[in-house]
């Protein structure tokens, strides 16, 4: 069964700092994707980044950023130059087949972010 | 507002009663998911639409739990005498047609339940 692991139950970063969120996965699907989503308070899940596992480059959307690395099974979440407003729960997932042909996300357990003024 | 969007936000029931949730999803998207989310953990799949069919069930959907999607549009998770377990956070979200099914799923904010 394919799993996600997300270590850091809350972190804090203080404004403006860098700040990774940690993430591990296990499949044995050689092809599979890597999604990271915001939570607000509000609930809502906001799609942040995706990494394809055949993608050569690691992805970037703006201030966030995906360290990929493939052989430790890892794909974690850089947030630069954090902002009061980064403030949230922070998930991890990954895609599984299902029979129909569409895919379900497998999420982690979340790390819940703090930046500090 | 062009995302996905669910109503009620929030409902509060008794135990023994039956609730209904509605999700409108993005409106050139064909591939519709509900997903429950407890506290403290990620969402857990629930059941997936392509248009109007109902193609997964996850386990966790049990008999008193019933969705649809009659016109390929919007679509509705009904729970026939909830639980005080039921409570949680139901989570919609919708992709766009494509032939893989790879397509990022976007998310609704959520109808949050409280059984009492």
């Given amino acids: 069964a394919q799993k996600i692991t997300q270590t850091q139950p809350g972190m804090f970063v203080q404004e403006k700092e860098a700040v990774t969120l940690d993430c591990t996965y296990d499949t044995s699907d050689p092809s599979y994707g890597l999604f990271w989503y915001k939570q607000p308070s509000s609930g809502e899940m906001i799609f942040l980044i995706y990494q394809g596992s055949y993608d050569q480059q690691n992805a970037t959307e703006g201030r966030y950023s995906l360290n990929f690395q493939k052989a430790r099974k890892s794909a974690n979440l850089v947030i630069s130059a954090s902002q009061l407003g980064d403030s949230a729960m922070y998930f991890c997932a990954m895609r599984e087949a299902l029979t129909s042909g569409t895919y379900k996300y497998i999420f982690g357990t979340g790390t819940r972010l703090k930046v500090l003024a | ?116």
């Fill in chain 2, 1 to 116: 507002d062009t995302g996905v969007s669910q109503n009620p936000r929030h409902k509060i029931t008794k135990r023994g009663q039956n609730v209904t949730f509605r999700c409108d999803p993005i409106s050139e998207h064909n591939r519709l998911y509900w997903y429950r989310q407890t506290l403290g953990q990620g969402p857990e799949f629930l059941t997936y639409f392509q248009n109007e069919a109902q193609l997964e069930k996850s386990r966790l959907l049990s008999d008193r739990f019933s969705a649809e999607r009659p016109k390929g549009s919007f679509s509705t998770l009904e729970i026939q005498r909830t639980e005080q377990g039921d409570s949680a956070m139901y989570l919609c979200a919708s992709s766009p047609p494509g032939g893989t099914g790879q397509e990022t799923q976007y998310f609704g904010p959520g109808t949050r339940l409280l059984v009492l």
